[in-house]
C-alpha cells in the first residue's frame, strides 16, 4: 500500500506553506509525540497479547472451531482495508493538512468529510454484511457445518467495518491537527472489552482442552460471546475518540454536499488508491483461502491414529500478530509522526527535507525492528507455548513465528517506504506497485497451496517474508525515481551493524533458551504458560542488554533517537 510521487507530477499546488505546521512535529515534538504513540501501542499490543492467549485457551490455536472464528472475524478488518482503508489512512491526511490552513480551520471540509465517511460506510456494511454467505463461500475452502458456523460468525463480525471507518477517519482527523495519542490508545479499550467477553466465554463455557468445542456442539450463546464481545470491542474502540474530537473545537455537523469543499480533489486520489487496496488486499483474500485448505484438512488428521496437528489459519494469525509486534509499537508510531512532516515537506516543495526525513526514519526504526527479529527468532518456543493449548501446537506456533521474523524489518521498511508516496499525493506509481507485488504474492500463495496440508501455511509463512523483502526492493526503486538519492547506502551501512548486534543478542538469548530446557520435549520452558512468560522475561532482558551494548561498541548513533524522550521524561517526572 503506497503513494508515490512522479518526477513529473507536482508536489503541491505552488504556494508554499508556512514551516510553523503545527501538524508537522520536529525533533524533539517528533520524539515525544512517537513516544506517547508507542505507549499506547504497547500497551494496546500487550492487552492484544493477553486477548490471544485467552482465546487460544477458549477455543484453541488448532481446534475444530478456531479457524472459522478467525477467518470471519478478519473479514472485516481486510475488506474495510480493501474497499476504504487506504482512503482514510493515506490520502486524507495531506488533504486535512491543507484544509487546516484555511480561516475556519478546516472545520467545513472535515464536517462534509465526516459526514460523507457516516453514509458510505453505513450503506457500504449493510451490503457486505447482507453478502456474508458469499463472501465466506468465496474466501474459505470450508463445506458443511464448517461453512454454515464460520458465515453464522461472519454475520456477526461484519458490522465491525463500520466502526473501523469512523474510528479511521476520526484518528486521522486528530493526527492532521497533532493530537497523535488518542488514535493509538483507543485499541487498549476495545482490547479491555475483548478480555472481559473471553473471560466470560471461559468461565460459562469451559476451555477448548476441556470441552473440545466443534462446529457441531456449538451454541448461540457462544456465538454472542465470542463474536459479539469482539464486535462490541470495536464500537468502543470508536466511541472513545468522539471526545478529544470534540476538544479540538472545530465545530463539526453533519453537512451534506461537495461543492467548493475541496472533497472533490479528494476523491480522485481516493479513486485511484481504492483500486490499488482492492488489488494489495485482495491478496490477503487469497492467502487466506489457501490458508483453510490446511484447516479443511484438520479434521481428518486429528482422527487419525496417533493425531496428526497441523497449522491452520489461526496459528498463521497468531504469528503474524506477533511478528508485527516491533513494527506496530515504533515502526508505525514514528512513521505516523513522520507521515506529516513528510507531507509538509512535499507541500513546501523540499525534496531534501524529504529525502533526510525518509533516511532518518528507515535507519531510526531498524534499531527497534532488527532486534524484535532477533528476539521472535531466539524465543519462537516460548512464544508459541502462549497461544496454544498443548506442547506440539506450541511448536507448530513457533515453527511460523521464526519464518515470519525474518521478514520483520523489511515489513517496517517498506511501510515506512511508502508514506513517502502517500505524502506526495501521487496515487498512480503506487497502484504499479502493488500490481508488481500481488503478481509476486498471488504466485508465492498458490506454489505454497500445492504442498502437502501440513506444509501449506509453514509455506505460506515463507511467502509472507519473501514478500516483503521483494516490496521493498520494488519501492526502493520506484521512490529512488521521484526523489532521487535518499541515501541508502548510509542505511544499509547502519543495518548491518544492527544485524550484528542483533546476532550477537540472539547467541545469547539461544544459549539462555538452551539452559531452559528449549530444546528439549520435555523441557522447563514447555511445560506452562507462566514458564514461558518466564524464559521469555529473563531472556527478553538479557538480549535487549547485549543488543544496547552492541549498538554502543558499533557506535549506532541511532540509538540516541530511543534513549533520548525516554531520559527527558525521566527527568521531568523526577524534576
Given at each position: 500500500?503506497?503513494?508515490?510521487?512522479?518526477?513529473?507530477?507536482?508536489?503541491?499546488?505552488?504556494?508554499?506553506?508556512?514551516?510553523?505546521?503545527?501538524?508537522?512535529?520536529?525533533?524533539?515534538?517528533?520524539?515525544?509525540?512517537?513516544?506517547?504513540?508507542?505507549?499506547?501501542?504497547?500497551?494496546?499490543?500487550?492487552?492484544?497479547?493477553?486477548?490471544?492467549?485467552?482465546?487460544?485457551?477458549a477455543?484453541?490455536?488448532?481446534?475444530?472451531?478456531?479457524?472459522?472464528?478467525?477467518?470471519?472475524?478478519?473479514?472485516?478488518?481486510?475488506?474495510?482495508?480493501?474497499?476504504?482503508?487506504?482512503?482514510?489512512?493515506?490520502?486524507?491526511?495531506?488533504?486535512?493538512?491543507?484544509?487546516?490552513?484555511?480561516?475556519?480551520?478546516?472545520?467545513?471540509?472535515?464536517?462534509?468529510?465526516?459526514?460523507?465517511?457516516?453514509?458510505a460506510?453505513?450503506?457500504?456494511?449493510?451490503?457486505?454484511?447482507?453478502?456474508?454467505?458469499?463472501?465466506?463461500?468465496?474466501?474459505?475452502?470450508?463445506?458443511?457445518?464448517?461453512?454454515?458456523?464460520?458465515?453464522?460468525?461472519?454475520?456477526?463480525?461484519?458490522?465491525?467495518?463500520?466502526?473501523?471507518?469512523?474510528?479511521?477517519?476520526?484518528?486521522?482527523?486528530?493526527?492532521?491537527?497533532?493530537?497523535?495519542?488518542?488514535?493509538?490508545?483507543?485499541p487498549?479499550?476495545?482490547?479491555?472489552?475483548?478480555i472481559?467477553?473471553?473471560?466470560?466465554?471461559?468461565?460459562?463455557?469451559g476451555?477448548?482442552?476441556?470441552e473440545?468445542?466443534?462446529?457441531?456442539?456449538?451454541?448461540?450463546?457462544?456465538?454472542?460471546?465470542?463474536?459479539g464481545?469482539?464486535?462490541?470491542?470495536?464500537?468502543?474502540?470508536?466511541?472513545?475518540?468522539?471526545?478529544?474530537?470534540?476538544?479540538?473545537?472545530?465545530?463539526?455537523?453533519?453537512?451534506f454536499?461537495?461543492?467548493?469543499?475541496?472533497?472533490?480533489?479528494?476523491?480522485?486520489?481516493?479513486?485511484?488508491?481504492?483500486?490499488?487496496?482492492?488489488?494489495?488486499?485482495?491478496?490477503?483474500?487469497?492467502?487466506l483461502?489457501?490458508?483453510?485448505?490446511?484447516?479443511?484438512?484438520?479434521p481428518?488428521?486429528?482422527?487419525?491414529?496417533?493425531?496428526?496437528?497441523?497449522?491452520?489459519s489461526?496459528?498463521?494469525?497468531?504469528?503474524?500478530?506477533?511478528?508485527?509486534?516491533?513494527?506496530?509499537?515504533?515502526?508505525?508510531?514514528?512513521?505516523t509522526?513522520?507521515?506529516?512532516?513528510?507531507?509538509?515537506?512535499?507541500?513546501?516543495?523540499?525534496?531534501?527535507?524529504?529525502?533526510?526525513?525518509?533516511?532518518?526514519?528507515?535507519?531510526?526504526?531498524?534499531?527497534?525492528?532488527?532486534?524484535?527479529?532477533?528476539?521472535?527468532?531466539?524465543?519462537?518456543?516460548?512464544?508459541g507455548?502462549?497461544?496454544?493449548?498443548?506442547?506440539?501446537?506450541?511448536?507448530?506456533?513457533?515453527?511460523?513465528?521464526?519464518?515470519?521474523?525474518?521478514?520483520?524489518?523489511?515489513?517496517?521498511?517498506?511501510?515506512?517506504?511508502?508514506?513517502?508516496?502517500?505524502?506526495?499525493?501521487?496515487?498512480?506509481?503506487?497502484?504499479?506497485?502493488?500490481?508488481?507485488?500481488?503478481?509476486?504474492?498471488?504466485?508465492?500463495?498458490?506454489?505454497?497451496?500445492?504442498?502437502?496440508?501440513?506444509?501449506?501455511?509453514?509455506?505460506?509463512?515463507?511467502?509472507?517474508?519473501?514478500?516483503?523483502?521483494?516490496?521493498?526492493?520494488?519501492?526502493?526503486?520506484?521512490?529512488?525515481?521521484?526523489?532521487?538519492?535518499?541515501?541508502?547506502?548510509?542505511?544499509?551501512?547502519?543495518?548491518?551493524?544492527?544485524?550484528?548486534?542483533?546476532?550477537?543478542?540472539?547467541l545469547?538469548?539461544?544459549v539462555?533458551?538452551?539452559?531452559?530446557?528449549?530444546?528439549?520435549?520435555?523441557?522447563?520452558?514447555?511445560?506452562?504458560?507462566?514458564?514461558?512468560?518466564?524464559?521469555?522475561?529473563?531472556?527478553?532482558?538479557?538480549?535487549?542488554?547485549?543488543?544496547?551494548?552492541?549498538?554502543?561498541?558499533?557506535?549506532?548513533?541511532?540509538?540516541?533517537?530511543?534513549?533520548?524522550?525516554?531520559?527527558?521524561?525521566?527527568?521531568?517526572?523526577?524534576?
Amino acid at each position: 500500500m503506497s503513494d508515490t510521487n512522479t518526477a513529473s507530477t507536482p508536489l503541491a499546488d505552488g504556494t508554499p506553506a508556512p514551516r510553523a505546521d503545527p501538524s508537522a512535529p520536529r525533533s524533539g515534538s517528533t520524539a515525544r509525540a512517537s513516544a506517547i504513540m508507542a505507549a499506547g501501542t504497547l500497551a494496546s499490543r500487550l492487552l492484544g497479547l493477553v486477548r490471544v492467549a485467552l482465546l487460544a485457551t477458549a477455543i484453541g490455536a488448532a481446534g475444530q472451531v478456531s479457524d472459522l472464528f478467525t477467518s470471519a472475524n478478519n473479514l472485516p478488518n481486510f475488506l474495510y482495508l480493501m474497499l476504504a482503508g487506504g482512503v482514510f489512512n493515506a490520502v486524507l491526511v495531506p488533504q486535512i493538512i491543507r484544509a487546516s490552513r484555511q480561516p475556519d480551520r478546516g472545520a467545513d471540509y472535515v464536517s462534509r468529510l465526516l459526514t460523507l465517511a457516516v453514509v458510505a460506510l453505513l450503506v457500504l456494511t449493510v451490503l457486505v454484511t447482507i453478502a456474508a454467505p458469499i463472501i465466506v463461500e468465496v474466501t474459505t475452502s470450508f463445506t458443511g457445518a464448517r461453512l454454515t458456523l464460520t458465515t453464522v460468525f461472519a454475520y456477526w463480525c461484519l458490522p465491525q467495518i463500520f466502526f473501523y471507518g469512523i474510528y479511521a477517519v476520526t484518528g486521522q482527523i486528530l493526527n492532521a491537527n497533532g493530537s497523535f495519542g488518542p488514535y493509538m490508545w483507543a485499541p487498549v479499550a476495545n482490547n479491555i472489552v475483548s478480555i472481559g467477553f473471553l473471560l466470560a466465554f471461559i468461565a460459562l463455557m469451559g476451555t477448548e482442552q476441556v470441552e473440545r468445542h466443534s462446529p457441531d456442539s456449538w451454541t448461540g450463546e457462544q456465538t454472542l460471546l465470542l463474536a459479539g464481545g469482539t464486535t462490541l470491542g470495536i464500537i468502543v474502540q470508536a466511541a472513545v475518540l468522539i471526545v478529544p474530537l470534540k476538544r479540538l473545537n472545530l465545530g463539526l455537523r453533519p453537512k451534506f454536499g461537495l461543492r467548493g469543499s475541496g472533497l472533490g480533489r479528494t476523491g480522485k486520489l481516493a479513486s485511484v488508491t481504492i483500486v490499488t487496496m482492492l488489488v494489495g488486499n485482495g491478496l490477503y483474500l487469497v492467502n487466506l483461502r489457501i490458508a483453510t485448505i490446511a484447516s479443511d484438512a484438520r479434521p481428518a488428521l486429528l482422527a487419525q491414529d496417533p493425531p496428526v496437528e497441523i497449522a491452520g489459519s489461526t496459528n498463521l494469525e497468531f504469528g503474524t500478530m506477533l511478528y508485527q509486534l516491533p513494527h506496530a509499537v515504533i515502526a508505525l508510531s514514528l512513521a505516523t509522526v513522520m507521515f506529516n512532516q513528510l507531507s509538509s515537506a512535499h507541500a513546501d516543495n523540499d525534496l531534501p527535507a524529504v529525502r533526510a526525513t525518509l533516511s532518518h526514519g528507515l535507519r531510526t526504526i531498524g534499531v527497534a525492528t532488527v532486534f524484535g527479529a532477533a528476539a521472535l527468532l531466539t524465543f519462537a518456543g516460548p512464544l508459541g507455548v502462549l497461544f496454544s493449548e498443548s506442547p506440539e501446537v506450541a511448536a507448530i506456533n513457533g515453527v511460523i513465528i521464526a519464518i515470519l521474523a525474518v521478514g520483520a524489518p523489511f515489513l517496517s521498511a517498506n511501510f515506512f517506504l511508502n508514506r513517502v508516496f502517500y505524502a506526495s499525493e501521487d496515487v498512480k506509481t503506487p497502484l504499479k506497485i502493488q500490481l508488481i507485488l500481488s503478481v509476486v504474492g498471488v504466485t508465492l500463495a498458490l506454489a505454497a497451496g500445492m504442498f502437502d496440508p501440513r506444509l501449506i501455511v509453514p509455506m505460506l509463512a515463507l511467502a509472507y517474508s519473501l514478500g516483503n523483502v521483494i516490496a521493498v526492493l520494488v519501492s526502493h526503486v520506484f521512490l529512488t525515481r521521484v526523489i532521487g538519492s535518499y541515501g541508502a547506502g548510509h542505511v544499509f551501512d547502519v543495518h548491518v551493524r544492527l544485524i550484528v548486534a542483533g546476532i550477537a543478542a540472539a547467541l545469547v538469548g539461544t544459549v539462555l533458551c538452551w539452559g531452559f530446557g528449549g530444546y528439549s520435549d520435555t523441557g522447563f520452558l514447555w511445560q506452562s504458560r507462566l514458564n514461558a512468560v518466564v524464559v521469555l522475561a529473563m531472556g527478553g532482558t538479557v538480549m535487549a542488554a547485549v543488543y544496547l551494548l552492541m549498538l554502543r561498541l558499533l557506535r549506532v548513533t541511532e540509538l540516541q533517537d530511543f534513549v533520548a524522550p525516554l531520559f527527558a521524561r525521566f527527568r521531568r517526572s523526577t524534576g
